[in-house]
């Protein structure tokens, strides 16, 4: 399914305790000529979905494409089934990760190609994401921007290990090397969190063509205006394509209203 309109934005009621405005951008940025980047906003606002696709410019589209139809396919079918909301994303992961490595076997020349993917679901009044890769879900409460995600990278599993410092990892050649992502035989970790959202709050759900260009200290101030979602979306992706937009970018907002 194609994305939905650049210029995405609404205002939805899940329930009594919780009303959500979010409003979603994808952008190819300054460098690149192909978009690889995929996302999904369900109209309902129960779920929101980024993608981040890689092995060349037909690979790197189609795989994202794959996850995010995959996904939301997967999600729409089994929303009102009794399966518990951690096992519901895993299943709709493991189902993408299934269809993309069918897809490599069908078309050899997609071989290489894989992608990210992040989710949040809102389901039974209570937030939940997933994540394999290194496109991330942060949390605004107050001032203080919270990554809940954990990248799924090389430089990542390092820092965490204490073999190189955060700094290092900033400008390490080997930076943008997944240790996980969709369309492999030997993925099996699925990142699963549950969030404690409160009216107030903002998510920012995004690939890495936003975060490899911004830090959080740039981010936070910009998501924490008081502007509506589709004008905060939209400046995060203009201030990365002015530090350089090197990759493709894509911004969800989602706020929880007071």
Known sequence: MDNPPKNWTKVTELSSTMKLKFAGITDTG???SVNQDSYYIDPEGQFFIVADG?????GGQEASKIATEVIKTYLVRCWYD??????????????????II???EKHPERLDMGTTAVVLIFREEKFWCANVGD???YTLQGKILTQITEDQTWVAQAVRSNAITPQQAIIHPWRHVLSQCLGREDTDQVDLLPLDVQPGDRLLLCSDGLTGELSDSIIAPILSSNKDSFTIAEELVNTAKEKGGNDNITVLIVTVEI
């Open 135 to 137: 496109s991330r879900l």
């Open 82 to 99: 009794t399966i518990e909301s951690p096992q519901l994303l895993k299943n709709a992961f493991i189902k993408a990760n299934e269809a």
């Open 30 to 32: 300054s460098v690149r």
């Open 102 to 104: 069918d897809d490599q």
């Open 54 to 58: 890689m092995g060349g410019h037909a």
